[in-house]
């Protein structure tokens, strides 16, 4: 008998989106749990496998029990999105982590948008999103946004070549702008919206150099920063 799939997370809540193209959004965010780059010890940050590692401050491992953190079977899932969530309220699901793509599936996806939901995933780029392409594949047309996808590349991770099979109209790239990022590199990706976000390191970011980025690159790359912290909320 196999046993059937779980999906293991971290946090699920409802919020406004703060960065990239649906910034000001609500949104009802689920983590997954784990990350390819780096394990998420403090220990480990040496042996990540992006710079991003050096950085990085989002939990993507520890369940947050009081933040409806957990194992959930799709049903489980399911019926505890139908039971708490409303796409009247909150029209978009946003699928993040850690690396979703380790997790994230076409049935998943599939069931959200059954529900009405649209599903918002964000990625670093480096994992096959052959599962999104196959619910865009078997659903189409789809309007802008039922299915979107934020790819934000960590250097020195490759793009995934599947990344390049998703229609422009799905796909939003956003470039944490860290010192070893040529931004020039995903030139070929052709997408609906491209930002370029400032970097936090030790509670200093670099947005002058972003901001002298986007002036001089007339309107390749937009800026976003992180409007919730602003709005000083999660
Ligand atoms: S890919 Fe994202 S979650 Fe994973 S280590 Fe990098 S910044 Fe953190």
Not at 42 to 55: I, P, T
Not at 93 to 106: C, Y
Not at 128 to 145: A, D, G, Y
């Amino acid at each position: 008998m196999t046993k059937e799939k779980t999906y293991k997370i971290v946090e699920m809540y409802e919020t406004i989106q703060g960065e990239g193209f649906w910034s000001g959004h609500s949104i009802f965010i689920i983590r997954f749990k784990g990350c390819n780059v780096w394990t998420g010890k403090e220990s480990d940050r040496h042996k990540a496998k992006a710079m991003c590692g050096l950085w990085c401050d989002t939990n993507f491992v520890d369940t947050k029990k009081e933040k409806n953190g957990g194992t959930y079977t799709l049903d489980e899932l399911e019926e505890y999105v139908l039971t708490n969530v409303s796409p009247e309220r909150t029209p978009i699901i946003l699928l993040t982590g850690g690396e979703p793509m380790l997790q994230v599936d076409a049935e998943l996806i599939t069931s959200f948008i059954d529900m009405d939901f649209r599903v918002h995933i964000e990625t670093n780029g480096s994992q096959s999103v052959e599962e999104v392409l196959k619910v865009i594949n078997e659903n189409p047309p789809f309007m802008i946004s039922t299915v979107w996808v934020t790819v934000s590349p960590k250097p020195p991770l490759p793009l995934h070549k599947s990344l390049f099979d998703l229609p422009p109209f799905a796909l939003e790239l956003k470039c944490v702008f860290d010192k070893q990022m040529d931004l020039h590199a995903y030139d070929d990706l052709e997408c609906y919206a491209r930002y370029i976000q400032p970097v936090e390191i030790d509670g200093k970011t670099n947005l002058q150099q972003c901001i002298d980025f986007v002036m001089n690159n007339g309107n390749r790359f937009a800026l976003t920063t992180q409007a919730h912290k602003v709005w000083k909320i999660e």
